[in-house]
């Protein structure tokens, strides 16, 4: 039987370096090194498309709004 005391406690969600340098290095050898810009890309999209989301910033409202604006 385990003793509860004689477990070493286990910190998850603390992310250092070397564990970054080896999710990095099965990101590299998963979808190699030419589609790593492309996916860094399409992240970025993502991320400013959610920020501007939670803003209220619509780009397609924004573009409209422009639109009526140069008809005047």
């Not at 406690?9 to 990095?24: A, D, N, Y």
């Not at 970025?44 to 604006?69: I, L, M, R």
């Amino acid at each position: 039987m385990v003793h509860l005391e004689s477990i070493k406690h286990i910190e998850f969600g603390v992310i250092g370096v070397p564990q970054i340098i080896i999710i990095l290095v099965i990101v590299l050898l998963f979808f190699g090194g030419r589609k790593i810009p492309e996916l860094m890309k399409g992240l970025g999209q993502g991320v400013k498309e959610f920020k501007d989301a939670s803003k209220g910033d619509n780009p397609e409202t924004n573009t409209s709004n422009e639109n009526s604006k140069e008809e005047k």
